[in-house]
């Protein structure tokens, strides 16, 4: 398959709001109707989030914070910044993962009375692909995206995000190593059906450098990999 200009956009879109969306729903949700491979990866991919939450609250309390997460997926992190009392702004190119995760978010964060949840504020959820996004965040966070974009796209991508945070930037993205570029070919990763959109691996060096190139350096490091789930985790800030 060739990388087609905005193609592969309409294509994620589409997938996302489909079969991909039946398929990370699963695999993202709680219920026993997984594979053992989709199994694995929520396993890895709740270690991303867990990971994240880690790198967040260590630099200090989230409440009032303002996060932007793009592309949310079904909210696996919205709602946990969200209850730290982040002011979370959630986005994602499909609309059905939107009215996914404002469900979620809404069973999940019911505001009550009580002082404990004072603090809670709903996120704010908006179907909208990346590009689009504008305005300013303390911290903008950007989870398994990257997978979708080819190195050539890669590069604005990061550019667009960076310019949207005043203070730090999380990414994470599919390592470009050789152990998981064969573990790609073989397609363990989108197998069956659903395997309608391709995955892009990237080299962290070629992370880095894009964030370099706009005046931002990797403050950490994460890396989270499980049989089948593999993800770099960094953390950037202006330098
Ligand atoms: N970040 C979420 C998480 O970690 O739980 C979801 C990760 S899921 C693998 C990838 C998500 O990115 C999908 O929900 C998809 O719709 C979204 N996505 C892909 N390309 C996008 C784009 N250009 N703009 C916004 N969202 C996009």
Same mark, same amino acid.
């Given at each position: ?21 039946? $398929? ?7 219920? /026993? ?6 199994? /694995? ?6 270690? *991303? ?5 880690? &790198?967040? *609250? ?20 919205? +709602? ?11 986005? /994602? ?17 019911? !505001? ?9 504020? &709903? ?20 989870? /398994? ?39 790609? $070919? ?10 309608? *959109? $391709? ?18 350096? +990797?403050?950490?490091?994460?890396? *989270? ?13 202006? !330098?």
């Amino acid at each position: 398959a060739e990388e087609v200009g905005g193609g592969d956009k309409e294509v994620v879109r589409e997938y996302f709001n489909n079969s991909g969306f039946q $398929r990370w729903k699963k695999i993202y949700g709680e219920t /026993d109707e997984v594979n053992r491979v989709q199994r /694995d990866i929520r396993l890895g991919h709740s270690k *991303t989030v867990e990971n994240v939450m880690k &790198m967040l *609250t260590e630099e200090g309390s989230l409440n009032g914070v303002t996060v932007c997460d793009a592309g949310c997926g079904t909210g696996c992190l919205a +709602i946990p910044l969200a209850k730290e009392g982040a002011v979370v702004s959630a986005s /994602d190119i499909s609309a059905a993962m939107v009215a996914e995760a404002e469900k979620q978010a809404k069973e999940q964060l019911q !505001v009550d009375n009580d002082s404990s949840s004072a603090a809670i504020v &709903m996120p704010k959820f908006e179907v909208s692909d990346l590009e689009s996004l504008n305005g300013k965040y303390d911290t903008v966070v950007c989870l /398994d995206v990257l997978i979708h974009y080819p190195q050539s796209k890669a590069d604005g991508m990061i550019a667009h995000l960076a310019s949207l945070a005043d203070k730090r930037l999380i990414l994470s993205f599919a390592p470009k190593t050789f152990y998981y570029d064969l573990l790609k $070919r073989i397609g363990e990763l989108f197998p069956g059906p659903s395997k309608a *959109t $391709r995955a892009y691996l990237h080299a962290e060096a070629d992370v880095e450098r894009a964030l370099q190139k706009v005046g931002w350096r +990797i403050r950490k490091r994460g890396l *989270t990999t499980t049989q089948f789930y593999f993800a770099r985790l960094v953390e950037a800030v202006p !330098v």
